[in-house]
Every structure is written in structure tokens, then in C-alpha cells.
């Protein structure tokens, strides 16, 4: 399963790969006509390298005044390729390789002479087993597209705060927390509060922040979660276990909505306390929503679930207030 997952997805860096070369290559015809001096540095650079291997090979110990030349030679012509970028008004990277992760320089693979799997790779994994779609939500959902303004600038009840004041002061604080990631006192966090108060958003600013750090990020609904876990586990043994580890092992999980998932008895309230139980054990970062109060998530969820998850040394309870922003926009 996670095989054919792993060749699909390193058939995607090739394509990427292939794209990235084919659109360097473009680029490089387009200044070529335009600026043809940048075409000669390119030729003789080209040369010039190809002159210093073979110096090197033939003279491998001799440090002789030939490579120095042609190391002198070169770096003279980088010089002048960046002036004629310059003035010209490209950027200084015009004639490099775009790579979209730098680290794996999108092979998948890091590390010599022991190659292991780029953060990159995991995190697509990840993504690929659970179907996690709209990862792009997360270019319109994070800290620097939040805006304190669709939130109400009027007095929350009991409270000398605006929703708006609130929110700004929330969101500060998990600015902080994320910065401090994965070194937090609490590993839990978890979000209570009615629909359209925002806490889809802040949970996607926090797994945008946490997965540009490097680490891996498993965010998706209780809706989804339990329903994969539950067909899995009766078609696919394999394939559960697999899942389930998953989720006991990825730097932040990130659980949206519980309390939305299907009830099926034992199934889901079993899983649900596998996952915090063995995350809470592990010392792992574990992130939930849910429209439902802290009685109803007691009524709902078994005494061992709860006592965990409202654990205040371990768990961080925010809870959302204010009006509906959807209605406000209205
Ligand atoms: N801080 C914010 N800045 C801009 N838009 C926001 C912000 N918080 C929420 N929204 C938008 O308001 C709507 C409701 O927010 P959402 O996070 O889905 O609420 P909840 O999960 O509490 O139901 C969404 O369309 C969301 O994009
Ligand atoms: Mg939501």
C-alpha cells in the first residue's frame, strides 16, 4: 500500500524535476538571445570547468599554478554574470535550478552516503494515505493572512475584551507556542466554541508554521479520520495498522471537529483513546476542535478519553467566544 504510495509520489518529484529543468532551460534560451555576452560566459565557463577536472585528475596532489588560474578565471566570469543580471534587472537566480524543497533539491532523499526520506517526502506520504486535500488551504489560512477584522469590536460578556482583542491576544500566543515547537510544556492544545468563530483557522496557521519548520503535520477532520480508521480496519488489516501508526508517529496531529465523527459503538471511542493515550505517552503535540462544551465532549466520550484530554498539565483548553463571523460578514 504505502509502497505504490511511494513510487506515485516519487514519479511526482520526477515530473517536477522535468518541469523545473525544462522551464530553466527556457529561460536560459530567452537571456541567451536577449544578452549574448551571458551566453559567451556561459560557454567558457563551461570550458573552464571542464579544463580544472581535468587538471585536477591529471595533477591530483599538485597544487600548481594552472588550477589557481583557472579557479581565478572562472570566479572573474561569475562576477560578470551577476553584473549583467544586474543590469539588466534580473534576479540573481535567474540562471539557477528552482528547487521547492532545498533540502532533498526535490529528489526525496537526503543524506550521503546513508540516504533517508526529506521531511518533504514524509509530510507527502502522510498526506497521500489520509487523503488529506487542500493542503493549499493553508496559503489563504495562516498567521500572516490572519485579519483581527472579521472579528466583532464589541465587549465579549464578562469580559473587559473585544472578540477582536481576544483573538489577537490568542493568536500571540500561539505564534509563541508554534516558535517554541516541539519544546512546549503542554503538548495538547485543545479548541472549544460554536461554528464560525475561527478555530479551523488558527488550527491551519499552526500546521502551516509547525510544517515550514520541517515538521510533519497530519490535519484532518474527526468526520474523515474515524471514517478511514473504521473501513480499514475491516478491510484492511494492514492497512490500519499502518494508519495507526501514522498517527502515533507525526510531529503534530491535528484533529478538527470531534465530535462530528460517525458513532459506531466501540470502534471509534477505542481509537479515539488509542491515539491520545498514545500520543499524551509519547510526549507528542496532538491538536483538536469541537463546537461541542467540555460537558458534552463528558457525556459523549468515556471517563479514560477525558480525563486525558482535560488534563491542564498537559492540555492547553482555549475557548472560543464572541459572534459568528461568517454571520457578521453577512
Ligand atoms: N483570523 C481570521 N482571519 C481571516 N479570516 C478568518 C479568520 N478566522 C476565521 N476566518 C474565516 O471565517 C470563517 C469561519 O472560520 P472557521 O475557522 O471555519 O471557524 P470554526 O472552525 O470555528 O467554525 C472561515 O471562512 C475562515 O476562513
Ligand atoms: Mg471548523
Redesign the pocket.
Known sequence: MSEVFLREILQEYDAIQREESRSLHQRRQEIFNKIPELAKIDRDMVELMARQSREIILNPNDSSTVIDQLQKEIAQLKTRKIELLDENGYPRDYLEMRYRCSQCEDTGYVGYPIKEKCGCLIQRLLEKSYQLSNIQDLDF?NFS???PM?FSDELLENSKLSQRQY?VQLRDRLIDYVSKFPDNHRKTILFT?K???????LLNCMAKSIMDQGYTVIRISAYKLFDQLFYSSISDKNNYEGLQRQLFEVDALIIDDLGTETRRNNYTSEDLFNIINERTLQRSHTFL?TNLSLSDLRQRYSDRITSRLFDVSNTMLVR?RGSD??LRQK
Open positions: 489560512e493572512t490572519f485579519d472579521v483573538m466554541g461554528t464560525g468563530l475561527g478555530k479551523t483557522f476542535s472560543f463571523i461568517r
